[in-house]
């Protein structure tokens, strides 16, 4: 197959085939790309999962025919193809795109990048509208192409939480501690020396992997949680999205809780709508691309984008000690490792880059 996709069953997501894809030809305006690189993270399980249950219907960014939706992913993309004056062909960006070996897309160029303006996508907030110019490949782009996606969250959770630490603060803690996103916030509050204790929740098999990541003060299990009596006000950020250990974690530490912020949902059990009992303040839900943009805008793009950039580029060096890049190529190993991450089977301490 010269072109291809895979399409995925709305109601069952696991269940997905490739199947050959028929190039149209452009319209005025419009750009093809192809895919040349991405990686699976939790936000891949989170689309699908909620795709039509949530507040984004994921699934109709890129919808198949009746009962499918072509899954979506974060990808380094090349215009092959160009039906617009003012983009070229060879250009390469970092954009939203879905799971297939090409996408067309009616461009508009934006700062050195291209936003899709295409109609049946425009319910969809800019942030994912955005391809970000990438440059060329570079050693850190496997894992680039893993992180770029889900870094965000981390370190403008990492912008919150250094107003909490101002606001007196003395601990965060974190679930999902092995995700990236953890990880990220984690390393980020460290080098910021904010001062918050960094106390990471996980599941037993992870526990050792977090443990000497060095990351976190302290470690404990979903089972075995951390003392409640941290010494101050904690703020509780929740990256799980499981109602019941929400709950769970909030009154455990409700003594002290100053905070709780709802930012993702890694576990299979997630909801996408806050617990309506939680113990304690009002949870904060956490929409990372509102969040950003409205930093951004305040900053200045371009003060923003530079601060960003280095802290990004600093977690990515970081990640060389503890994070394994294992290749894959083809629509197939696309398929299994997309599969494998709904399954729970992705590994905390290995990405799987992967080429159409």
């Known amino acids: 197959m010269s ?8 109601e069952d997501p696991a269940k997905a085939e490739v199947r050959p ?22 936000n891949n399980a ?47 960006f970092y954009g939203y795109v879905p799971m297939s070996s090409h996408h067309v897309i009616a461009a508009q160029p934006v700062d050195g990048g291209l936003m899709d303006t295409s109609p049946q996508r425009s319910f969809l907030h800019p942030w994912y509208l955005t391809f970000e110019p ?35 603060a003395r601990a965060v803690v974190l679930t999902s501690a092995s995700s990236k996103v ?8 460290a080098h910021r020396g904010t001062g918050l204790r960094r106390i990471g929740l996980t599941s037993r098999g992870n526990a050792a992997f977090v443990a000497g ?8 299990t979903y089972d075995a949680p951390a003392s409640a009596e941290q010494g101050g006000p904690i703020v509780f950020v929740d990256v799980t999205g499981d109602p019941d250990l929400r709950r769970g974690v909030a009154g455990h530490h409700a003594a002290n809780l100053a905070a ?14 806050p617990p309506p009992d939680m113990p304690g303040p009002d949870p904060e839900v956490f929409f990372t ?23 990004e580029r600093r977690f990515l060096e970081h990640s060389t000690s503890w994070l394994t890049v294992r290749n894959g190529q083809g629509p197939e190993e696309i398929v299994a490792a997309y599969q494998a991450l709904l399954a729970g089977e992705q590994r905390p301490d290995e990405i799987v880059a992967l080429t159409p």
Request: charge should be negative; charged fraction near 20%; glycine fraction near 10%.
């Open 3 to 10: 072109q291809w996709e895979v399409l995925a069953d709305r």
């Open 21 to 42: 894809a028929a190039p149209a030809p452009l319209q005025p305006g419009e750009v093809r790309l192809a895919l040349e690189k991405l990686a699976m993270t939790t």
């Open 46 to 92: 989170t689309y699908a999962r909620f795709g039509d249950d949530g507040v984004i219907p994921f699934w109709n960014a890129f919808p198949g025919p009746e009962g499918y939706g072509r899954p979506p992913v974060w990808a380094y993309v090349k215009v092959t193809e160009s039906a617009h004056p003012d983009v070229a062909v060879g250009g390469r």
């Open 134 to 168: 990438a440059g060329e490949p570079d050693p850190l782009d496997d894992r680039k192409a893993a992180v770029h996606p889900v870094y965000p969250a981390a370190y403008n959770l990492a912008d919150l939480l250094e107003r909490k630490a101002d606001e007196g």
């Open 182 to 189: 953890s990880i990220g916030l984690a390393a980020e509050l």
């Open 213 to 220: 990541l060095g990351l976190y003060d302290e470690v404990a």
């Open 260 to 273: 709780t912020v709802l930012v993702g949902f890694t576990h299979p059990a997630a909801s996408v709508l």
């Open 289 to 311: 691309p509102a969040v950003e943009g409205q930093t951004a805008q305040e900053e200045g793009q371009e003060v923003y984008r530079a601060r960003y950039a280095a802290a």
